[in-house]
């Protein structure tokens, strides 16, 4: 209902542009979600493993679920290494290196440049856009 309410704000000449330019951008982003979605499985998966190997009450991951909050907390800059365990600490460290760089600095520039380009091109026909 939202959506739809932010979408009726087209009437408005200067919202026009911007509601054309939100719709567009997710539109565009659908793809890299799917990229960004598999990363975070993946390392969600790993360090869910490596979790279970670890003693009951060292296990720093204990559902699927709490794996890719914990992956996608890493993402945010919200986490917390000295909770690892005692099992492959230093592959632990590697994986949340590894999910730094690879998430939150490659994916989310590519995330900005996708946003950009998008911006770009409504831009460019930000008179049409606005209708």
């Not at 296990?59 to 800059?77: A, C, E, H, M, P």
């Not at 460290?93 to 091109?121: D, P, Q």
């Amino acid at each position: 209902m939202w959506f739809k309410f932010l979408y009726f704000f087209r009437i408005f000449k200067a919202f026009g542009y911007f509601t054309r330019l939100i719709f567009d951008v997710i539109s565009d982003m659908s793809t890299f979600l799917v990229v960004l979605l598999i990363t975070i499985l993946a390392f969600s998966d790993t360090l869910l493993t490596i979790s279970n190997g670890n003693e009951e009450h060292e296990k720093f991951i204990t559902s699927f679920f709490d794996s890719i909050i914990y992956v996608y907390r890493i993402i945010l800059g919200d986490f917390n290494v000295n909770e690892f365990g005692e099992v492959a600490v230093p592959l632990c460290y590697l994986l949340f290196i590894l999910c730094t760089i690879f998430n939150t600095i490659v994916m989310l520039n590519l995330l900005i440049a996708i946003i950009g380009e998008t911006f770009s091109i409504v831009k460019a026909n930000s008179v049409t856009s606005a209708y």
